[in-house]
Nanobody, 125 residues
């Protein structure tokens, strides 16, 4: 059974930075592409970022491009989302996800097979 556990969320002022972590256990993380999604209050969950099994290729939502960076450490079975220049509209519960393929896909939820429980990020103005 694959388990994903996010951490690193919290309260931050606008313009600040946070790094989210996603620890994966149960299978060989290094063969899976991973992604981050978020769900703001009252909104549907949306795609944020994704990277291939080796981190060589990345894909971002337009709303976070240039501010967020996805990375991973396959030796530590951990993925990361580095968030900078945070805005109040980035406030959401952030979820990491993994898919049983090494390629990124196109950012759809149904491409991912495993999900974490989420970590809350609140950006104050």
């Amino acid at each position: 059974q694959v388990q994903l556990v996010e951490s690193g969320g919290g309260l931050v002022q606008a313009g600040g930075s946070l790094r989210l972590s996603c620890a994966i256990s149960g299978r060989t993380f290094s063969s899976y592409a991973m992604g981050w999604f978020r769900q703001a209050p009252g909104k549907e969950r949306e795609f944020v970022a994704a990277c291939t099994w080796n981190g060589a290729a990345t894909y971002y939502a337009d709303s976070v491009k240039g501010r967020f960076a996805i990375s991973r450490d396959n030796y530590e079975d951990t993925g990361y989302l580095h968030m900078s220049s945070l805005k109040p509209e980035d406030t959401a519960v952030y979820y990491c996800a993994a898919r049983r393929y090494g390629s990124i896909g196109v950012g759809k939820e149904d491409e991912y097979h495993y999900w974490g429980q989420g970590t809350r990020v609140t950006v104050s103005s």
